[in-house]
Structure formats: structure tokens, C-alpha cells
């Protein structure tokens, strides 16, 4: 969704495409940080400066307002190499909203997670199943 103009402009593109191979971007609700290698990464402290920030904004036409979910959306596009991503179960969204407001033909694609499920992430307000 937030990707639409870069995708229309670059149809071949990873970005925003659903996993296993695409790049769909990140939600914080669970992260691990290696802030030492974070602080040692000369590559990571340039992502930081405000110019690369408005550089990868314009690049990927971002309008972010997830703060470091968008920073780290943003930079795991250009720089995937940057991040170890977890599987789905650490991190099990249940947020249907989206199936309802223009995205049913394609969100079975995103939302699909198998596997035991380590955290659930009541996101849009869901309940937590008891289980």
C-alpha cells in the first residue's frame, strides 16, 4: 500500500511483494537489536543522517507515520542485507482490516503464517486468542 507509486513505476520490483520473496517491509511490535553492530556499522549511521532519510523517502515515494517501523521499512528495502527477519510466529499479526478495505484479492498472501505461534501481535485492536 504505501509502495503503490514505486511499484507502478518499477514493476519488476521485491518491494512490497509478500513473503517469502518479496519485501513487505517490517513491524516493530517484535524486534531484536544488536546495538553494538548497530553503533559499529558505518553503512547504518549514514542511514541515519537526515539527507539519506529525505534521500530513501524520495527514492520509494514514503509517507511514513510508524516512526522506527517506517525508518526500518525504509532502510530494509535498500539494504536488506541489514536484517535478520523472523518468521511470522514471532510476531503473529491478527489485523484483518485491510481484507476489508481494498486488499482481499491479495491479503491471504501477507497475513498467511504457519507454524506454532510464539507472539501474538493484537494489532487494530484484536482480541488474543486464549489459547
Not at 514505486?6 to 511490535?29: A, H, I, K, M, W
Request: overall charge negative; glycine content about 8%.
Amino acid at each position: 500500500h504505501t509502495f503503490w507509486q514505486y511499484r507502478r513505476e518499477n514493476p519488476q520490483t521485491r518491494v512490497g511483494e509478500p513473503p517469502p520473496d518479496g519485501l513487505p517491509g517490517f513491524n516493530s511490535g517484535v524486534l531484536l537489536l544488536n546495538l553494538e553492530a548497530m553503533r559499529r556499522s558505518k553503512l547504518y549511521n549514514q542511514l541515519l543522517e537526515p539527507g539519506m532519510v529525505q534521500k530513501l523517502t524520495e527514492k520509494y515515494h514514503f509517507k511514513g507515520h510508524l516512526g522506527d517501523q517506517d525508518f526500518f521499512t525504509m532502510v530494509g528495502m535498500e539494504h536488506p542485507e541489514l536484517f535478520h527477519v523472523l518468521d511470522c510466529t514471532w510476531n503473529r499479526q491478527l489485523c484483518t482490516w485491510w481484507k476489508d478495505h481494498g486488499y482481499s484479492d491479495v491479503f491471504d498472501q501477507y497475513f498467511r503464517c504457519e507454524g506454532e505461534v510464539k507472539i501474538y501481535h493484537g494489532n487494530c485492536n484484536t482480541p488474543i486468542p486464549e489459547d
